[in-house]
């Protein structure tokens, strides 16, 4: 169990194909429930959405197999994904209607941090979430993943407000 331990982490390859999208997404699902994290149900939600951006990211613009990390540091879920090709990418600037060309936006838009890292063999491409904090029971703030009780994801906003956000944050500036 993670969610008493200041950090863990887990690593796996991810096969340069399509159908391994699906696969690591949910491996990462099953690992931050192993380590009951306690997380919302939108935050799980909005994980498996940002997982299944950065893996195909990976797999679309690579042709060798990729390493998928899952860290958790204590207070912040962290998802990285290391391929060989050196390049970095960034946000495109695309419609909220394009069929491609939107992860980066999404992750940027939704993520509380991420980035790009050029790495010897290529490069690191993670992302970042932040349980939300909840009031215990002695009126004092507690890290979400501590505390047990799964509260308000800190994303819950309207959806015209969330499409304005993808609009702005997402229109190809780097963070």
């Known amino acids: 169990m993670c969610a008493t331990r200041p950090s863990c982490s887990r690593s ?3 096969a340069a194909e399509k159908q391994a999208v699906p696969k690591a997404r949910r491996l990462v699902l ?3 429930r192993g380590w009951d994290l306690q997380l919302t149900g ?10 299944s951006e950065i893996i195909a990211n990976a797999v679309r613009h690579t042709t060798e197999p990729s390493t998928l990390t899952v860290l958790w540091t204590g207070s912040r879920l962290r998802v990285e994904v290391t391929d060989t090709t050196p390049g970095l990418p960034s946000p495109r600037n695309c419609s909220l209607n ?5 992860g980066l936006m999404l992750i ?3 993520a509380t941090d991420w980035g790009t890292t050029p790495t010897p063999t290529g490069k690191a491409v993670w992302f970042e979430v932040t349980p939300t904090a909840t009031e215990g ?4 703030h ?3 993943a501590v505390a047990g009780k799964p509260t308000a994801s800190a994303h819950a906003r ?3 407000v969330r499409q304005t956000t993808l609009e702005t944050r997402g229109a190809g500036r780097p963070r």
């Open 142 to 144: 507690q890290d979400q």
């Open 137 to 140: 029971e002695n009126g004092q």
């Open 158 to 160: 309207p959806a015209a």
């Open 42 to 51: 939108e935050t799980l939600e909005e994980l498996a959405l940002l997982c």
């Open 12 to 14: 796996f390859p991810i």
């Open 30 to 32: 099953a690992v931050v």
């Open 98 to 102: 394009a069929e491609s060309g939107r």
């Open 108 to 110: 940027a838009a939704i």
